[in-house]
């Protein structure tokens, strides 16, 4: 695996980053099977590409343009953290998801 695959990554979670979900442990599987799993931990060039494919999206994430992401925030986020605390906010999409089964 090549350090491009870290950058490939990156910004696949840069565009989405629930592709976490799926690009881990596929890159996780790669290199296990590729090397082992003592070559794999220390393999540079796999901490490489993890670190590649974690810096980019979070260079986005912890340094936003904030007046850009201020309206989403202020509008999709701020006002939605007190139902993370609200037990009915979590039975009602109980609710909801089994009358969608």
């Known amino acids: 695996m090549d350090d491009h695959h870290g950058i490939m990554a990156g910004l696949a979670l ?52 904030l007046q850009a992401s201020g309206g989403y925030l202020s509008t999709w986020v701020l006002p939605y953290l007190r139902r993370l605390k609200d037990i009915t906010f979590y039975i009602s999409w109980l609710h909801h998801i089994n009358e969608n089964l």
Request: hydrophobic share 60%.
């Open 14 to 65: 840069l565009t989405k980053v629930f592709a976490v979900f799926p690009l881990a442990p596929a890159i996780i599987l790669v290199c296990l099977s590729a090397f082992g799993l003592r070559r794999t931990v220390t393999n540079p060039k796999f901490w490489t590409i993890v670190a590649i494919a974690g810096i980019i999206p979070a260079a986005y994430y912890i340094f936003p343009d």
